[in-house]
């Protein structure tokens, strides 16, 4: 989304106030990331002036020679124009030799034998932008009859004293696609006291008009001016326009556009009720009492209504709808300094008896993760299960059969049986949940954890990377039994998975299990794993070292040949680099996301590209082929 300071400012006056990085870290707390920005560097050397007369040069069908008489220096200049729209008595703007115009520096030239002391300028000369497209902008920029041209240029005048914002929002959150959302989150997340604004009302058409030219919109139509300003204030289209869509809608929005226009507001609909269980909130985000009370004073001054355990949701927020919605929500306002020193744990983890090994609080994760916990049987005969089923050992449980009991249940390995049972339901077009399954039936305790993309509670905006989800949560419900796991790439491929990002899981230097893509005949893809759990010693939890700056994320592809990943992972040292992702592979080609993020500040572009330049180079040194 393209978007001003100048525009956000109609609903947040004091924006101006405010540093680009103190706006970057607002926006990031709403999940929306400054893409880039540009400062418009205003002309210098130009000045208001008006055509007195002109003629067309002979020998061109378009360019005229034109008196142009400029009040400040109570002089007259000849220059010459192609533009369409010259006329006697117009006002515009002059560039005389001198002037720099981005990175143009005006000066004298001949033109068909006539010399030309300057230029008219458009609007899309006066500045250079590389987010703007200038699209519709056409001639010279045109002032209005009533504009003082005997007065210095200011670039206020032309709207040329603002900044220019690319942003990266959140499909989740519609209220974001506006400038009073977006207003309205800077407010909260920047702690200012003042409540926001329900927009300008602008005096002219030629101000409407400046306003929307720094923000992608070119038209001298009144009408549609309007339109698109509430558009981009509200993202509400009054009366389509060409090219525009929305979004997201609501009656709050609706009515906020009403209010502007002076329109009759509608009724307002019933906001969104939901429970809250605080004491479970709190522990599954590691805060105190002190921070949940100033989280409620906080979100009660930006349309949160709490009472008793309830809370009613602005009606703007569509996107909040239960407790999971809230909770990403508080985690978008918590400080991380209000955080206790101690790791999250499972939202509802049931604590074990003193000394006793119990799979019930794994379970109970899982549980709580929306997985569905199976038990499944597969009825063969042990050689056709010893020949299929070469995952992990090569035993064959037999199990009794509560069903037949005439028959016995010969399994190799349970993730077998979970993809029968997604392919079982998906043939029968039965609802597919991620379902799990925890045995003590064979010689190890086996999780086997088959996953649905898209299937998590906090899917939404926090998670969103299918087998890293489940990597997570493999080494979150093993930390309940005090079992350290770690992940590497598979030196060789088990069925029922794919050669694809195949990840090997160890403990103690010890291969316990596997996580990657399943073969299922299944429409879409599905992440599975199996683990041995094992009880381990009481593991010294740490939190980890966070930053109040936000990251910046680079992907990188390369291709090797006849070389260890894990070799060259370990040269790509720099002291801005947090995180290496492994993303996919295929064959001999890998994709890897980087994150780079400071202690002390926000990283410029400048600082992310000499890092991802370190890291291109070395990985060149080391053979690698960057894609």
Same mark, same amino acid.
């Given at each position: 989304?393209?978007?001003?300071?100048?525009?956000? %400012?109609?609903?947040?006056?004091?924006?101006?106030?405010?540093?680009?990085?103190?706006?970057?870290?607002?926006?990031?707390?709403?999940g929306?990331?400054?893409?880039? /920005?540009?400062?418009?560097?205003?002309?210098? *050397?130009?000045?208001?002036?008006?055509?007195? %007369?002109?003629?067309?040069?002979?020998g %061109?069908?378009?360019?005229?020679?034109c008196?142009?008489?400029?009040?400040?220096?109570?002089?007259?200049r000849?220059?010459?124009?192609?533009?369409?729209?010259?006329?006697?008595?117009?006002?515009?703007?002059?560039?005389?030799?001198?002037?720099?115009?981005?990175?143009?520096?005006?000066?004298?030239?001949?033109?068909? *034998?006539k010399v030309?002391? *300057?230029?008219?300028?458009?609007?899309?000369?006066?500045?250079?932008?590389?987010?703007?497209?200038?699209?519709?902008?056409?001639?010279?920029?045109?002032?209005?009859?009533?504009?003082?041209?005997?007065?210095?240029?200011?670039?206020?005048?032309?709207?040329?004293?603002?900044?220019?914002?690319?942003?990266?929002?959140?499909?989740?959150?519609?209220?974001?696609?506006?400038?009073?959302?977006?207003?309205?989150?800077?407010?909260?997340?920047?702690?200012?006291?003042?409540?926001?604004?329900?927009?300008?009302? /602008?005096?002219s058409?030629?101000?409407?008009?400046?306003?929307?030219?720094?923000?992608?919109?070119?038209?001298?139509?009144?009408?549609?001016?309007l339109?698109?300003?509430?558009?981009?204030?509200?993202?509400?289209?009054?009366?389509?326009?060409?090219?525009?869509?929305?979004?997201?809608?609501?009656?709050?929005?609706?009515?906020?556009?009403?209010?502007?226009?002076?329109?009759?507001?509608?009724?307002?609909?019933?906001?969104?009720?939901?429970?809250?269980?605080?004491?479970?909130?709190?522990? &599954?985000?590691?805060?105190?009492?002190?921070?949940?009370?100033?989280?409620?004073?906080?979100?009660?001054?930006?349309?949160?209504?709490?009472?008793?355990?309830?809370?009613?949701?602005?009606?703007?927020?569509?996107?909040?709808?239960?407790?999971?919605?809230?909770?990403?929500?508080?985690?978008?306002?918590?400080?991380?300094?209000?955080?206790?020193?101690?790791?999250?744990?499972?939202? /509802?983890?049931?604590?074990?008896?003193s000394?006793?090994?119990?799979?019930?609080?794994?379970?109970?994760?899982?549980?709580?993760?929306?997985?569905?916990?199976?038990?499944?049987?597969?009825?063969?005969?042990?050689?056709q299960?010893?020949?299929?089923?070469?995952?992990?050992?090569?035993?064959?449980?037999?199990?009794?059969?509560?069903?037949?009991?005439?028959k016995?249940?010969?399994?190799?390995?349970?993730?077998?049986?979970?993809?029968?049972?997604?392919?079982?339901?998906?043939?029968?077009?039965?609802?597919?949940?991620?379902?799990?399954?925890?045995?003590?039936?064979?010689?190890?305790?086996?999780?086997?954890?088959?996953?649905?993309p898209?299937?998590?509670?906090?899917?939404?905006?926090?998670?969103?990377?299918?087998?890293?989800?489940?990597? %997570?949560?493999?080494?979150?419900?093993?930390?309940?039994?005090?079992?350290?796991?770690?992940?590497?790439?598979?030196?060789?491929?088990?069925?029922?998975?794919?050669?694809?990002?195949?990840?090997?899981?160890?403990?103690?230097?010890?291969?316990?299990?596997?996580?990657?893509?399943?073969?299922?005949?299944?429409?879409?893809?599905?992440?599975?794993?199996?683990?041995?759990?094992?009880?381990?010693?009481?593991?010294?939890?740490?939190?980890?070292?966070?930053?109040?700056?936000?990251?910046?994320?680079?992907?990188?592809?390369?291709?090797?040949?006849n070389?260890?990943?894990?070799?060259i992972?370990?040269?790509?040292?720099?002291?801005?680099?947090?995180?290496?992702?492994?993303?996919?592979?295929?064959?001999?080609?890998f994709?890897?996301?980087?994150? &780079?993020?400071?202690?002390?500040?926000?990283?410029?572009?400048?600082?992310?590209?000499?890092?991802?330049?370190?890291?291109?180079?070395?990985?060149?040194?080391?053979?690698?082929?960057?894609?």
């Amino acid at each position: 989304m393209i978007i001003t300071r100048n525009l956000l %400012s109609d609903f947040f006056p004091d924006i101006k106030n405010f540093s680009i990085e103190a706006l970057t870290k607002a926006f990031f707390k709403s999940g929306i990331e400054l893409e880039s /920005y540009e400062e418009i560097i205003a002309p210098t *050397g130009i000045y208001y002036a008006q055509i007195k %007369s002109f003629e067309k040069i002979e020998g %061109s069908s378009k360019l005229n020679y034109c008196k142009v008489f400029i009040p400040l220096l109570n002089e007259e200049r000849d220059i010459v124009c192609g533009a369409s729209n010259v006329r006697e008595g117009i006002k515009v703007i002059a560039s005389l030799p001198g002037a720099k115009l981005g990175d143009i520096e005006i000066k004298e030239r001949e033109v068909f *034998g006539k010399v030309s002391y *300057g230029m008219l300028c458009s609007y899309k000369e006066l500045f250079k932008s590389n987010l703007l497209t200038f699209k519709g902008i056409e001639g010279i920029l045109e002032l209005p009859e009533d504009f003082n041209i005997n007065k210095l240029f200011e670039a206020s005048d032309l709207n040329l004293d603002d900044i220019i914002f690319e942003l990266s929002l959140p499909s989740n959150r519609g209220d974001l696609h506006s400038a009073w959302g977006l207003a309205s989150e800077l407010i909260k997340h920047l702690n200012y006291e003042k409540p926001i604004n329900n927009g300008k009302k /602008y005096s002219s058409n030629w101000e409407l008009q400046l306003a929307l030219f720094t923000n992608n919109f070119f038209s001298t139509n009144y009408e549609e001016c309007l339109n698109y300003y509430i558009f981009l204030a509200f993202n509400i289209l009054i009366k389509p326009i060409t090219g525009q869509t929305i979004k997201s809608k609501s009656i709050f929005f609706n009515n906020l556009a009403n209010e502007f226009l002076g329109n009759e507001i509608s009724e307002i609909v019933n906001p969104v009720t939901i429970d809250i269980d605080w004491g479970k909130v709190c522990t &599954f985000l590691c805060i105190n009492e002190t921070t949940k009370q100033e989280l409620i004073t906080k979100l009660s001054k930006y349309g949160f209504i709490f009472e008793n355990n309830k809370c009613t949701v602005p009606l703007w927020r569509n996107d909040i709808n239960n407790c999971k919605d809230f909770i990403e929500e508080i985690m978008r306002n918590v400080d991380l300094n209000d955080i206790d020193e101690k790791p999250p744990i499972a939202q /509802y983890s049931i604590t074990p008896a003193s000394k006793l090994f119990s799979l019930e609080k794994v379970k109970d994760f899982w549980k709580n993760k929306n997985f569905l916990e199976c038990s499944t049987f597969n009825l063969q005969l042990p050689e056709q299960a010893s020949q299929t089923y070469e995952l992990f050992n090569n035993e064959v449980s037999t199990l009794k059969n509560p069903i037949s009991l005439d028959k016995s249940a010969l399994r190799k390995h349970a993730l077998f049986e979970l993809i029968n049972v997604l392919e079982r339901n998906n043939n029968l077009k039965n609802a597919l949940y991620p379902i799990f399954e925890i045995t003590t039936d064979l010689n190890t305790l086996n999780i086997v954890v088959p996953l649905i993309p898209k299937s998590f509670p906090l899917n939404t905006s926090l998670i969103n990377n299918d087998l890293y989800d489940l990597q %997570s949560f493999l080494k979150r419900s093993s930390s309940l039994i005090n079992q350290e796991i770690t992940f590497a790439l598979a030196t060789k491929v088990f069925p029922p998975f794919l050669s694809t990002n195949l990840l090997q899981i160890i403990s103690n230097k010890e291969i316990v299990g596997y996580l990657g893509y399943l073969k299922a005949k299944l429409p879409f893809k599905v992440v599975g794993a199996f683990l041995s759990l094992r009880e381990g010693e009481n593991i010294l939890k740490k939190s980890p070292e966070y930053s109040e700056f936000p990251p910046s994320y680079k992907d990188i592809s390369f291709e090797l040949s006849n070389i260890e990943i894990g070799k060259i992972l370990n040269h790509l040292t720099n002291p801005l680099l947090r995180e290496i992702q492994f993303l996919e592979r295929y064959q001999n080609t890998f994709l890897f996301r980087f994150k &780079f993020q400071s202690f002390e500040k926000t990283l410029t572009k400048e600082e992310i590209n000499a890092s991802m330049q370190f890291i291109t180079d070395t990985l060149i040194s080391l053979g690698a082929k960057i894609r």
